[in-house]
């Protein structure tokens, strides 16, 4: 069980906002940058967010990045069907000196 | 372009050992820190090690501390995983990633992985 939580699933129409949330703790999340990673089926993750709210070049502004004390979330505006992936956050742990990734989140276009 | 390729993946049994390799290219490899990060069939993924980019720092999971080794050569644009004591959930697609520049615990850069079964 990971130390850093997401929900398993998410799901929204064409058009819609999604949000993804992940809760962690003060050793983590509220003492660091997250990251959100997005996982389309058989491929190598890819970062979508960095440093809580920095998007790479090349990553659409539909995606957004926001934290909270120990809780972040991403969400995806304007959702399309080439969003449907699995969504991690992660950050560094400063207690337990370690990378800790959410479960993941598997995001469904209805 | 910039490329991150794994290779040294196959089939192990428990209790023996691998040695996985990434090699990187189209960029300055000794400027950058590197992770292992895993993938169990199936599962979401889990980080495995770190390495600070002068090969100085190193930090695991503790589902690997004391098995695994991480290591690099900046002469040969290489970061490797020496992975002993395999056991069954050592299992996964095995990815090395590039930390970004200025905020190493995020992962810009990935390869497409190489698989790794622990099986008798």
């Known amino acids: 069980q990971s130390v850093v939580t997401q929900p398993p699933s998410a799901s929204g129409t064409p058009g819609q906002v999604v949000t993804i949330s992940c809760s962690g703790s003060t050793s983590n999340i509220g003492n660091s940058y997250v990251s959100w990673y997005q996982q389309l089926p058989g491929t190598a993750p890819k970062l979508l967010i960095h440093e809580n709210n920095q998007r790479p070049s090349g990553v659409p502004d539909r995606f957004s990045g926001s934290k909270s004390g120990t809780s972040a979330s991403l969400a995806i505006s304007g959702l399309r069907s080439e969003d449907e992936a699995d969504y991690y956050c992660a950050a560094w742990d400063d207690s337990l000196r370690v990378v800790v990734f959410g479960g993941g989140t598997k995001v469904t276009v209805l | 372009q910039v490329q991150l390729v794994e290779s040294g993946g196959g089939v192990v049994q428990p209790g023996r050992s691998l040695r996985l390799s990434c090699a990187a290219s189209?960029?300055?490899?000794?400027?950058?820190?590197m992770h292992w990060v895993r993938q169990a069939p199936g599962k979401g993924l889990e980080w495995v090690a770190l390495?600070?980019?002068?090969?100085?720092?190193?930090y695991y999971a503790d589902s690997v501390k004391g098995r695994f080794t991480i290591s690099r050569d900046n002469y040969k644009n290489t970061l490797s995983l020496q992975m002993n004591s395999l056991r069954a959930e050592d299992t996964a697609l095995y990815y090395c990633a590039r930390g970004l520049r200025y905020y190493t615990k995020a992962m810009e850069v990935w390869g497409k992985g190489t698989t790794v079964t622990v099986s008798s």
């Open positions: 189209a960029f300055t490899f000794g400027d950058y820190a």
């Open positions: 390495i600070s980019y002068d090969g100085t720092n190193k």
